[in-house]
């Protein structure tokens, strides 16, 4: 770009300062990027690591109102120091304590919990309560009440996954406490939303309308482990069904509508059979993974990482990213692709893997 | 309506056939009336003679090409001698013998069966042998490949759904033949399309885009049964997830999108808790219900009539319907619902049973 | 198909009709043929004639309460006596004598008039008074109240259209008499609804939610006429824009969807260039055609025939329809495939016009 | 929250930050606020200032590859120094001088111009010639080409609306660069999607399928003019279809649809009738206005600023808004709806003007 008087130019971009305004063309190609140019970065958290510190953190730190809960946020390190695992997502391992109790809270922002091991928690979502065991996937969609208590002896850590980042982005956070003690202390094995919702393929006639987040707000291990390895089986007679030879994966979805349990994250529970290795994938968005059995290695943007049991791993958009495993391995799955399937901003590259 | 001059009246009316057109005027009442007018009658057909009937035919008329199943139509007597059990749906009690085989066709009329007893019938959909039992129901969706075949010692009877009288109003209905043998004699105990789907809330990620009818096609009655128990214990706490006290309901669903599992028909089982009297309904549109356990009473239109087991019931348009049960019943149901709200056309009056 | 025992199976019929059932296996063809049969038969009303009839019943018969409407239906010769122009679809030539008037009903049937020629009748939609003049195509959807005053010295016809055959076909008609009295007999040129509605692209945002049924309620012919040149115009640089040469075509959509105008009716204005022959195309459901202005020919099945103004064309299910015309045609179009579409039925088949 | 051991505590935090994580309970307050919080704050510009120094930069400036545009943009100071009107939308002046060209170029990011006044540019849309004039909408979804040539004597400007914040939190940007020179300089009056869309409530049949951007992408003056003022002469009779009393609004749409014209921007056109003053309203989400014409106040927040012709107005997420002029007004407004109501994040709080 020809510039024939500099002067008159630091006159004008001082004056620009001055009423509040800046050029487009001094920074288009860093507004613009040819392709996402994403600040956060491909990032590991080991389980081993972040457990001894939830540990460390269940002595110390009490939970209590105003901090609300003991929850330990994965911070992307391109993210400026904000405790976000990327953009527009939240990653943490909560511990509660033996029989330790969080009271009721509300917010915009939806959650879910993933329990990578352990159990003795319930979570009360609306006033049902929710048990909380090994490989379970619960949700408590934007604006439902949820409490948790720990029924054990024993402490009990899991993933946190929301969209606290986003709704910050979009300046949409409403939050609301409840009352300072608990309102339900009961164990059922099977929570009312399960009794109600929990049945292939069927509805209940009452509830037969479509509603924006899932009114089924736990998945059990046992029916996801079922889903994987059916899918597995199959794939040999009808190959299709599986994502790729020996990649099994399965969506947690609304059962009224069909689509993403929660409308702001997408959540599903991938399964690789030993000696797989995936494709090299890119999407626009980003995601986070958990190994919730098994291990095996992740390739980011180039690098091979080993994976083990509870290891997260933060994906930036545009990143490309391929798993592989010798042994098997069962990962955890959530991003934000419901956001830009919604606003049309989806695009997804595949490559074979190396 | 005051006329001058009847002779040129007789005339303009006869030169009206000539031209092929008619007097709205003289018909209007008829042809718009103030209430649905339906020409079917409440009509209930007793299972017993049902039975009895199709084990004659069993012996007297063999399943071939052309002839295509041993279907015997429930036909509505206010429909003009048409084998439909209302101007929408077509209801048959469908008969193979021992070691009997149908072989493939296809339409695009819709069709599901629904095993009030029995087993031993493999139905093979679109290359996916589904086996049908006691309880469940089965899907054949528009163009969908099917052949059936027997393989037990005894006969089997089920009821066929389908969408024939709706298709043949709507001048919509296309026929293909298949292989005249079978294509496929295997007996999997659960079909392809269960191993891939019948997960509660669980999608294959490799499948996960909406389609118009269910990916689903067979619901297993141990599922069904469980969903309506669960739902009569829930109502004790939650008086809202039944219908009406005493009154629990599914809808066989699409898991692809949550609506119906048919885009033309409503499948739904009902259970009633012992003692139980329902709402007297009025629905623009027309059912069909059979008891598939215990029994009761079906008031149509006023007159009360007993159920058994096996029974079928058809059910015009706003024609008043109501049940009750000393002892527990269960009735399996299906509809044209799913027309009427596609096109705005759907209107439900509710009084309390009397 | 063999059968042994002739005497023992007519027994077995004659118990078939005592226990109110058919065999599916005597008539299956008939049910499920191959094919759409359609027993509506492609048919052409004259203009000149429908027009003579109308003025004979405008000077016999009056417009009255229970009558409702001096409407003359397009009787279809393959339905049986029924006053249809087709199975699913009403057509009537509707004459309003000099300051006559139609005092208001509603009815669960949707209806829309078309002006073959004449002005000077309002009709009056929920309200609304709404000017009928040459080309125009006013809605009267589903439950809105509607009443007609003819302001001129001198009567007017023109074309209804409604779902009546569909509406009896599903036993879904409500009806409902207003005032015996006209309750608006103003005459504005242009209807609230267009002053809200009618403007490209732009939307109320106090209605800024969609209706399944227009809220616009008229569309106008210039409008119409504009968009059907500009198509013509647009095809030398753009060809896809328009059907196939020569053949521009604008579908009557509800702006607040852009959908179809009504749930159970297409409506479409259709234009060929002087010189133009169409494709040859089957669909499955059917269509009424008049031609607006000009003329020329059309293949139905086969078989060619004139067409000049005003002419009515039935077309069945599947019959093969072809237009061809030498001086130009404008052709107005209205047809049931909302209804095929919203339930998985529609099928089309294209061949090069001959 | 009680903490006993403050050095264990302190190596906790310390080792937090060796380890990539964060705690969220000393900062819940701030991720989680009770009500949005946004750190974008209401801000004005004034069009005369913004025109002046958009003149002084097409001095010294020029357009080129690389910079692309002489787009200033105006920038929130509650945002940190990025050129962005709110966290999602992004606001510039554009200038053209004289004879100036803008070669092409496509990005993922949607824009429109809106023409606060002058003429005689030309945008190239996907290969369609648009001309700009006063009071027109122009749209360039994402992933259309688009290119500028000014036929004038005198330079032109308009306010550019983007989602580029937006697109940049989401590192969902792709950005492609065209052919170094203009590839159509003809000024045609009417673009090619007015000659085939513009028209109210007719779809071309030939394209009557829904797409998620409008394929509309000129709404002109004439027709917002006239729509506003037909809602304001219309509100004497029916008081509903205004906003509120004296308050007209009327949405840019994709005729597709009836939904927003662009997938992640809301586009409308407000008008005030002399006197009128708004309720006060709050939103969910952010939101830039600019005076078209006449002028007025708004109140920020309670702090109430004057404007006139051109200004522009920067709204937060929940900050309370309200307008009110003696004269008349009319304001165009973009926002960030469309996201939270895909999202199920909308809410809005509504009061009466003080």
């Given at each position: 770009?020809?510039?024939?008087?500099?002067?008159?130019?630091?006159?004008?971009?001082?004056?620009?300062?001055?009423?509040?305004?800046?050029?487009?063309?001094?920074?288009?190609?860093?507004?613009?990027?040819?392709?996402?140019?994403?600040?956060?970065?491909?990032r590991i958290w080991e389980w081993a690591q972040l457990l001894a510190l939830a540990e460390r953190a269940g002595r110390l730190?009490?939970?209590?109102?105003?901090?609300?809960?003991?929850?330990?946020?994965?911070?992307?390190?391109?993210?400026?120091?904000?405790p976000f695992a990327t953009p527009t997502l939240w990653a943490a391992i909560q511990y509660l304590a033996p029989k330790?109790?969080?009271?009721a809270h509300r917010h915009s922002q939806s959650a879910f919990r993933f329990v990578v091991e352990g159990e003795g928690v319930w979570t009360v979502v609306d006033g049902d309560p929710v048990a909380m065991r090994r490989g379970d996937l619960l949700l408590t969609p934007s604006m439902s009440w949820h409490e948790h208590h720990n029924t054990a002896n024993e402490a009990m850590v899991w993933l946190d996954g929301l969209d606290i980042p986003l709704?910050?982005?979009?300046?949409?956070?409403f939050?609301?406490?409840?009352?300072?003690?608990?309102?339900?202390?009961s164990t059922p094995y099977r929570s009312r939303s399960e009794a109600?919702?929990?049945?292939?393929?069927?509805?209940?006639?009452?509830?037969?309308?479509?509603?924006?987040?899932?009114?089924?707000v736990a998945y059990r291990w046992s029916h996801t482990d079922e889903a994987l390895d059916s899918q597995l089986d199959l794939e040999r007679s009808c190959p299709d069904v599986t994502l790729e030879p020996g990649h099994a994966g399965v969506r947690f979805s609304n059962p009224s509508t069909g689509g993403?349990?929660?409308?702001?994250?997408?959540?599903?529970?991938?399964?690789?059979?030993?000696?797989?290795?995936?494709?090299?994938?890119?999407?626009?968005?980003?995601?986070?993974?958990?190994?919730?059995?098994?291990?095996?290695?992740?390739?980011?943007?180039?690098?091979?990482?080993?994976?083990n049991h509870g290891d997260v791993v933060a994906v930036p958009s545009w990143c490309p990213i391929a798993f592989q495993t010798t042994s098997g391995m069962d990962i955890f799955c959530f991003s934000d692709a419901p956001i830009y399937e919604a606003l049309g901003l989806a695009r997804t590259k595949r490559s074979p893997g190396s």
């Open positions: 770009m020809t510039v024939v008087d500099n002067q008159a130019l630091e006159q004008l971009y001082s004056d620009f300062t001055q009423a509040g305004v800046m050029a487009l063309w001094t920074q288009r190609a860093d507004l613009m990027p040819d392709v996402p140019r994403a600040s956060a970065v491909p730190v009490p939970v209590g109102r105003g901090g609300e809960r003991r929850a330990i946020a994965l911070a992307n390190p391109g993210l400026g120091g904000a330790e109790l969080a009271p709704v910050a982005a979009l300046d949409a956070g939050f609301e406490l409840g009352p300072g003690e608990l309102t339900d202390r109600l919702w929990a049945h292939p393929g069927l509805v209940p006639v009452a509830r037969a309308t479509a509603v924006p987040n899932s009114p089924l993403d349990a929660l409308a702001t994250m997408r959540l599903e529970m991938h399964r690789l059979s030993p000696g797989t290795k995936t494709a090299r994938t890119q999407s626009v968005g980003s995601s986070v993974w958990q190994v919730f059995s098994g291990g095996g290695a992740v390739e980011l943007s180039g690098t091979t990482s080993l994976l």
